[in-house]
């Protein structure tokens, strides 16, 4: 017998006769509370996460009601003359598109290649929730492409819903760490806290190095 057979057979007897060993009472501690939770009321969560991103050179627009961001994209196409842009097909998209012509978005699908997300003059996605203490977006991502859509067009969009806003990353554990627990989940989350920047060279700010150069974040409600 090996020293790992030695080993691992000493684990099971010990897991295999707790009470014998003197483990029968212990129990899983509790999730230590690194940031505490103040529960801050709307507002303030808004103007944190805005006044953050814009920190980091972040575009954010409010927009009361779903009409006000469709007619806030359109302007934002007709302003940057994007001729197109490419959207993952989600529920929020579809809605906030609805106002588009048919030829002015494209549908991006898994078959998509990088070489065509790339050459897509800008990409909506979808935040599954907000960190307003870092301007974060927290995205899930089940597919490659899907995570490209993140990083090769040059200027991201993503819509989310003012409630989707929550204080820090533990606030916002509870829904990401079900979305990720689900049988079917696939993938991995991304955080995307402002638009690609460095500044490896001579400390000079750089914007677009790694990923796209302009993030504008729409939030609805």
Known sequence: MSSRDVILQRIRSGLTNAVVAGFADLHEPPVPEVWPRTNPESATL?????????????????????????????????????PRLGSLDRPLTRELTADLPVDRVDWVTSDWTPPQIEQLPAGLIVADALLADTGSCVVHCSTATERLMCYLPPVCIVVARVNQLAEHLPAAWAPISKTCAAKDS???????????????????????????????????G
């Open 186 to 220: 696939r993938g991995e989350i991304v955080l995307i806290t402002g638009p690609s920047c460095t500044a490896d060279i001579e400390k000079i700010l750089i914007l677009g190095v790694h990923g796209p150069k302009r993030l504008v974040v729409l939030l609805v």
């Open 46 to 82: 808004v103007s944190q996460f805005r006044t953050e991103l814009e920190s980091l050179s972040g575009e954010s627009i409010l927009c009361p009601t779903m009409a006000d961001a469709r007619r806030q994209l359109a302007q934002l196409m007709e302003t940057a003359t994007w």
